[in-house]
């Protein structure tokens, strides 16, 4: 079956830590994108693809990096200056390179504070 | 300033009755409106997408009206099963621009037995 997977489900950051969400897909998309998810909140764009080798920064990518140095995978770094990193972490990807194409989500990335 | 605006926040209902989802935007120039079911611990999963020109779109026991006069969209649940407990997202995009989705908070729904 084709779709997105992340992974881990669950993942735990020391201070000072970085630490990487994985995000692969299947459906030989082109354009991924990465989301964070807070209680009460919308959705809020971090980072986004539209083809390989090359990203744009979404709403809030301060404290974030990220590589697309292959069309099925997007991976998501958090980094030590992401000084509130606690959140629900969504991958999603698009057949087309507009962010007017349908997007198809991943599973999520629970990111927590040790 | 565009914003999109879902109500209720949260919603609790019997098994077996209908319920109606209202989502409220100001997203100038209006290109389409989408709704998504997220499970809990899951990823959004969508279930309908609608152009300006299109004001119903069915999905099973789910049907989306939109009103592109006044901006507003609802999703009617006929008949809902337990299975149905979950939040429900409102998407609003713009017509040009690079990054253009406005997300809504969501509606929590809880069926009941």
């Known amino acids: 079956d084709g779709g997105i997977t992340q992974s881990p489900k669950y993942l735990f950051r020391k201070e000072g830590q970085n630490v990487t969400l994985s995000c692969e897909q299947n459906?030989?998309?082109?354009?991924m994108y990465w989301y964070r998810q807070d209680p009460g909140q919308g959705l809020r764009l971090i980072y986004y693809s539209q083809i390989v080798n090359d990203f744009q920064k979404g709403d809030i990518a301060e404290g974030y990096s990220v590589s697309r140095e292959k069309k099925e995978s997007f991976p998501l770094t958090v980094t030590s200056a992401q000084k509130n990193p606690t959140a629900f972490y969504l991958c999603a990807s698009s057949i087309g390179q507009s962010l007017n194409q349908p997007q198809h989500f991943g599973d999520g990335t629970r990111l927590s504070i040790l | 300033k565009n914003q999109v605006e879902q109500s209720p926040q949260s919603l609790i209902i019997l098994e077996g009755k209908n319920c109606t989802l209202q989502c409220n935007y100001t997203v100038s120039p209006f290109s389409n409106l989408r709704w998504y079911k997220q499970d809990t611990g899951r990823g959004p999963v969508s279930l309908t997408i609608?152009?300006?020109?299109?004001n119903t779109k069915s999905n099973g026991r789910y049907t989306a009206t939109l009103d592109a006069d006044t901006k507003q969209s609802s999703l009617h649940i006929t008949a809902s099963q337990l299975s149905d407990s979950a939040s429900y997202i409102c998407?609003?995009?713009?017509?040009?621009?690079?990054?253009?989705?406005?997300f809504g908070t969501g509606t929590r729904l809880t069926v009941i037995p």
């Open positions: 998407v609003v995009s713009l017509q040009t621009g690079a990054n253009n989705l406005f």
């Open positions: 609608m152009t300006f020109s299109e």
């Open positions: 459906l030989n998309h082109d354009a």
